[in-house]
Nanobody
């Protein structure tokens, strides 16, 4: 059983930065990478960013391109999400999830990911 633990959320003013981390308790060969999703109140969970462990595959949602950076530490089994130039519309609970299998579909949806973290709240004030 894989456990994912997120950290780094908090309250920040618009234009500020936060860095989220997601640590996996174990990493099997079949765990190809990790993804970040977010869910705001009353909205569906949406894709934010994803990366494979080698860093050769990285994908961002259009809404965060140029502001967020995803990275992976193979030694620590940890994935990071550096969030800069934060906007009030970035306010949500952020979740990380593990991706199994080699394929990375063009559109990444929650159903393609297994083992979710508990979520960390990010609040951006205007």
């Amino acid at each position: 059983q894989v456990q994912l633990v997120e950290s780094g959320g908090g309250l920040v003013q618009a234009g500020g930065s936060l860095r989220l981390a997601c640590a996996a308790s174990v990493r099997s060969i079949s765990m190809n990478g990790m993804g970040w999703f977010r869910q705001a109140p009353g909205k569906e969970r949406e894709f934010v960013a994803a990366i494979n462990w080698s860093g050769t595959y990285i994908k961002y949602a259009d809404s965060v391109k140029g502001r967020f950076t995803i990275s992976a530490d193979n030694v620590k089994n940890t994935v990071y999400l550096q969030m800069n130039s934060l906007k009030p519309e970035d306010t949500a609970v952020y979740y990380c999830a593990a991706k199994y299998g080699r394929s990375w579909p063009a559109i990444l949806i929650p159903a393609y990911f297994s083992y979710w973290g508990q979520g960390t709240q990010v609040t951006v004030s205007s």
